[in-house]
């Protein structure tokens, strides 16, 4: 099988599942805007089993831009012109004679899998019998499997077509800007490399939340829960980032390296580290079977078991029907080993905040001395940097990354095995199951889980219409010690 050479651009986009979901919220967007900033200039082939015409893919690409980021007139043009539609059921050779017919002198496809797995086997096996597999792409689009097994599995039917530097694991996490800033900011700056350990952090959580429901994925979600749908996945791609040794300069590759040496480090999770919560009313979203024990709020507790970060604590924890949607990460550093003021100071005193959506900051918490004469002080938080949303979705980066083989924030398999590993002992229902509220922080219960490292720090609502100074967001404080207050914003960068 010959191979497609990295950062050589494929010459034709091909997507299955063009009718559905995922590409009506994110591919066609991504598709408008690679046309617009990034020149894209090749064939578009949606494939669907719907029974449509082109004209009706084209009326959806547009619905999909007027409610998911708006129609750019030239750009949306352009689109559909560069547009066609491939209308037939996958198990059919004829569908796939006919995507080879649309695809004309191109060469160097790229597929794009955005159907369930159960189809990766057939489509796979259709686009290499028809001669539309060769040389070509394929990006697959998560869950990469259900489990460790399954995820073997789907490598072992994809592979069987496309060797693994054609393969393009998608994960829209990696793909976004504050994400990528993690590593950035971790490398980019000589005073954090020394800190960065065992050392001197004495705690990290990571905390995903949102303030809304299952919605209308009752099924989808019924079969996946959040472990599955947002911790397996995100958030340990996240910890990655946050906690992988540096990667070797200019090298292709070894940020992914890095990143599978650390994951393949994580001890496997047990379910006695492990909170899991529903919220009340879930079992009346269509879609969830009678009696669900599926967790819409997990809180777990793990290991990285490496020198570097040995017996350091890590807490994940993520959630449907929070108070607020955000996601953020809390590195607390160990105190000094004498408070030589004779204070009691709470240990989140020092502390490296990272908001990663819905905005991005950065914020630094640090002791200052309370004017006067007494040595006493306040905790405070300095904003490093306060960014809005990057204006690249993932989506867009993503694709345009895919098109031009490069592979560097795609997942590779042994990653995805070894984050399936780590949290293979707390899959099903393994760890203990609580009901929560609406609106609050998840079960009670979850609070014990973090204990004598706690409490948890839960991300403030931030009002995007204020530039008044943010709280810094730490445990409560002993009342024999000044509370802490707003954040100056005595220093900023952009």
């Not at 497609?4 to 995922?22: E, H, I, K, N, R």
């Not at 449509?52 to 043009?77: N, P, T, Y």
Request: with cysteine; glycine share 6%.
């Amino acid at each position: 099988m010959a191979d497609v050479q990295a950062d050589v651009q494929s010459d034709a986009f091909v997507f299955f599942g063009a009718t559905g979901d995922l590409a009506h919220k994110e591919i066609f967007p991504s598709l408008q805007r690679l046309v617009r900033d990034q020149n894209l200039n090749v064939p578009i082939i949606g494939v669907a089993h719907s029974g449509w015409s082109l004209d009706r893919l084209k009326a959806r690409a547009k619905d999909s831009l007027e409610k998911h980021g708006g129609v750019d007139q030239d750009a949306f043009k352009k689109l559909t012109e560069l547009l066609h539609y491939v209308d037939g059921d996958y198990n059919d050779p004829k569908t796939f004679v006919e995507l080879r017919k649309q695809l004309g002198e191109a060469k160097r496809p790229l597929h794009y899998l955005a159907i369930p797995p159960s189809l990766f086997a057939t489509v796979a096996k259709g686009l290499a019998e028809s001669g539309c597999a060769k040389n070509a792409r394929v990006v697959v689009e998560k869950p990469f499997g259900h489990d460790l097994a399954s995820a073997q599995e789907l490598d072992r039917i994809v592979k069987q077509y496309f060797p693994e530097e054609r393969i393009f694991r998608i994960d829209h996490f990696l793909g976004k800007e504050p994400v990528q800033n993690i590593l950035y900011t971790r490398f980019a700056n000589p005073m954090f490399e020394p800190i960065w350990n065992r050392n001197y952090v004495r705690s990290i959580q990571i905390t995903m939340a949102e303030n809304f429901g299952v919605e209308d994925r009752g099924k989808f979600y019924d079969e996946t829960g959040a472990l599955r749908d947002v911790v397996q996945n995100h958030l340990l791609q996240v910890l990655a980032n946050l906690t992988i040794d540096p990667p070797a300069a200019e090298e292709h590759g070894s940020s992914r390296d890095q990143k599978a040496a650390l994951l393949k480090a994580v001890r496997p999770i047990s379910p006695n580290d492990v909170v899991r919560g529903q919220y009340q009313g879930y079992l009346s979203v269509p879609g969830v079977k009678a009696g669900s024990t599926v967790e819409t709020f997990i809180a777990l507790k793990l290991f990285i078991d490496t020198w570097r970060w040995a017996d350091v604590p890590i807490y994940i924890r993520a959630g449907k029907m929070l108070p607020v949607t955000a996601t953020e990460i809390f590195v607390e550093f160990k105190r000094p080993p004498i408070e030589i003021f004779s204070e009691i100071v709470p240990t989140t005193s020092g502390h490296l905040r990272m908001r990663i959506s819905p905005e991005i900051e950065i914020g630094m918490g640090v002791r200052v001395k309370t004017p006067g004469e007494r040595m006493t002080g306040n905790d405070v938080e300095l904003m490093l940097t306060e960014q809005a949303a990057c204006d690249m979705p993932p989506y867009e980066r993503l694709l345009g990354d895919a098109m031009r083989g490069q592979n560097e924030l795609f997942a590779r398999q042994d990653v995805v095995e070894a984050q399936w590993r780590a949290v293979g002992p707390i899959l099903g229902n393994a760890a203990p199951f609580y009901q929560y509220q609406p609106g609050t922080w998840g079960p009670p219960e979850a609070q014990q889980l973090i204990n004598n490292d706690g409490p948890w720090i839960d991300p403030k609502l931030i009002d995007p219409n204020t530039t008044d100074a943010k709280p810094v967001d730490a445990r409560p404080v002993d009342t024999k010690t000044t509370k802490s207050k707003a954040n100056p914003k005595a220093q900023q960068g952009s």
